[in-house]
């Protein structure tokens, strides 16, 4: 099939899905009117594909029939596949302006990576489970399947365990598939994705078998419900939430209530080592497209600063070029770690299709060695510091610069409708003009600021920026267990040894 257009992408979501959403049963998300805006900026994407001018640098072929197929699933060995990858992402990403998460390249980037360690990692014990994996991975791509995934437990009480968290379990096996209850969240974009995907995210440990599992399976699943969270999306204009209307992802609660699901759409399956060792041996294309869509989202936020500053006359101001500079200065570390990201993951690329044929390579031993630190042993880490430090860090030095620059014009500001009513039409222009420009064209940007920062849109963009990559905590104990920090010790003992 290769690459869908946008209206082959919205009628694919009319399933009859179980989506509940502000108390009310959705079964056809196309006739929802708060989800209009994220399904429309969906389909934009997938045209955006047919268009000769980005037809060559968002796809390949595939190697099935020759199809093109989105990059995103480009298995990149050498510099000259990377750089295709690298370019078709981000112009995908600035096309949304790294204002989404969940854009289809996020899980086609991570079933890449699955895929890569499935014959070695999944089929370790049975060689069916990674061929599952890969020829899911092979229907995503030559299907243009819009997938999201569920990865966390649900946080009901931090004093307990994860047994009584409620997470999704097995709950029996047949000869066709497997059974599974429980809830897993957040599933951002479930509401308007064609699939599922449940996987790896915590450790499970001995005991835990059970909750050891990963599979993939259409949204419509019978058994499989979504509980939203209220849409940011209210029917405003885009003047007046330009991001919150376009694209608000949405997030969601999995429950899953004795769910069917067969054999070849299972990857894991009580399976304690499968399960604890699938992220850390990901050779990170997953991280590279969220750090892109990172880098992204800081290019936009920093010309939305300058912009503002210009708009309201600070743009001479020393102050306030100082952190307009800051932040060009960041752009450019961004632009360095992607390209340190992107070797990092072509050289893994490489070592995992090496060690699916290497008979003398030992998952157990990996296994012991990874749940000290995230990433398989020996190897860098560049893309995980990027996601779990770099960007989050710069998100909120932007977000702080963006508050400071707009100050108390970013509170008071007109509505659309406001500036249609003659009767105060003048008094806007008279008041609220910028400099050099209208009041019209001065509140807009600040509309846009708003919603950028302060709305519910703007809060959630904050919040996840913080926890895309986990615990922020948790991340740090993860480096610092890291095997790094003893060869930084020793470059202090060496100095101490001196005579």
Request: net charge negative; aromatic share 10%.
């Amino acid at each position: 099939m290769g690459i869908r257009t946008g209206q082959q992408y919205i009628e694919g979501l009319k399933d009859g899905r179980s989506l509940y959403i502000a108390g009310e049963l959705v079964r056809d998300v196309t006739a929802y009117p708060p989800l209009q805006g994220i399904i429309r900026s969906l389909a934009e994407h997938y045209d955006a594909f047919h268009d000769p001018e980005l037809q060559s640098k968002y796809t390949f072929k595939s190697p099935k029939d020759g199809q093109p197929v989105s990059n995103s699933f480009l298995v990149a060995t050498t510099p000259e596949l990377m750089a295709q990858r690298v370019e078709g992402e981000t112009l995908r990403k600035e096309s949304t302006f790294g204002l989404m998460g969940r854009t289809p390249d996020f899980m086609n980037a991570f079933m890449t990576d699955i895929a890569m360690i499935a014959p070695h990692v999944l089929g370790h014990k049975d060689k069916q489970f990674g061929e599952n994996a890969v020829a899911y991975w092979e229907y995503c791509r030559d299907n243009d399947i819009c997938l999201t995934h569920t990865l966390v437990d649900p946080k009901r009480d931090y004093s307990k365990g994860v047994m009584d968290s409620g997470t999704v379990k097995i709950v029996k096996e047949s000869d066709a598939g497997i059974y599974v209850t429980g809830a897993r969240m957040l599933s951002t974009l479930a509401p308007v994705s064609d699939e599922l995907f449940v996987g790896a995210f915590m450790p499970r440990h001995p005991g835990e078998e059970k909750l050891a599992l990963s599979f993939a399976v259409p949204v419509a699943t019978e058994g499989l419900k979504f509980i939203a969270r209220e849409s940011y999306a209210r029917g405003r204009s885009t003047f007046d939430r330009p991001l919150s209307e376009r694209y608000d992802e949405g997030d969601a609660l999995a429950v899953f209530d004795n769910m069917f699901v067969p054999w070849e759409r299972v990857f894991v399956a009580g399976d304690i080592v499968a399960h604890n060792t699938m992220m850390p041996m990901y050779p990170g294309y997953l991280g590279l497209q969220a750090n892109i869509r990172g880098r992204g989202k800081l290019r936009f936020m920093t010309g939305l600063a300058s912009k503002m500053a210009n708009v309201v006359g600070r743009s001479e101001v020393q102050r306030y070029q100082e952190m307009i500079g800051e932040l060009i200065g960041l752009n450019e570390l961004a632009d360095g770690l992607v390209t340190a990201c992107a070797q990092e993951v072509t050289e893994r690329s490489v070592q995992e299709l090496a060690r699916q044929t290497d008979p003398k390579f030992d998952l157990q031993d990996i296994a012991k060695q990874a749940m000290t630190a995230f990433g398989s042993p020996g190897q860098s880490n560049v893309a995980m510091a990027m996601l779990r430090f770099f960007v989050p860090q710069v998100n909120a030095k932007v977000n702080d610069v963006i508050r400071l620059m707009g100050s108390s014009s970013l509170v008071l500001t007109a509505t659309e409708a406001d500036f249609s009513n003659p009767d105060i039409a003048d008094d806007l222009e008279r008041y609220m003009s910028g400099a050099g420009v209208s009041a019209r064209e001065r509140v807009q940007v600040m509309k846009l600021a708003w919603d950028a920062v302060a709305t519910e849109f703007g809060g959630r963009q904050e919040i996840y920026e913080i926890f895309f990559a986990g615990d922020p905590a948790l991340a740090q104990q993860l480096f610092y267990r890291s095997p790094k920090r003893f060869e930084y010790e020793a470059m202090v003992d060496k100095l101490l040894a001196k005579d």
